[in-house]
Nanobody, 114 residues
Framework: VQLQASGGGLVQTGGSLRLSCIAS????????MGWYRQAPEKQRELVAQ???????NYADSVKGRFTISRDNAKNTVYLQMNSLKPEDTAVYYC?????????WGQGTQVTVSS
């Protein structure tokens, strides 16, 4: 399976972005999917996850601002990010939960200016 994240960009504080993660070469099926991010000089962290039935969980730092969703028919996972803050600046990736090393893609850069 290959996972391609897209939708990142440069946005001002308080702005919004919607990230997409499209899977090819296989089905997301019943996999728990997650959005991860890695800021410069920081470890990669899981910010949101969603089960195949749609149950979701969030890191405290994004709770109430980010919403994860998925369309199993389209093999796609989304991350709606609202009220963005400079500390949300990072490269965002999607992967399963727990991660599979072969599934990491290039990610998509999100930059929030103050």
């Amino acid at each position: 399976v290959q996972l391609q994240a897209s939708g990142g960009g440069l946005v001002q504080t308080g702005g919004s972005l919607r990230l997409s993660c499209i899977a090819s070469g296989g089905s997301l099926g019943f996999k728990v999917m997650g959005w991860y991010r890695q800021a410069p000089e920081k470890q990669r962290e899981l910010v949101a996850q969603i089960t195949s039935s749609g149950s979701s969980n969030y890191a405290d730092s994004v709770k109430g601002r980010f919403t994860i969703s998925r369309d199993n028919a389209k093999n796609t996972v989304y991350l709606q990010m609202n009220s963005l803050k400079p500390e949300d600046t990072a490269v965002y990736y999607c992967n399963t939960v727990p991660t599979r090393s072969t599934y990491w893609g290039q990610g998509t850069q999100v930059t929030v200016s103050s």
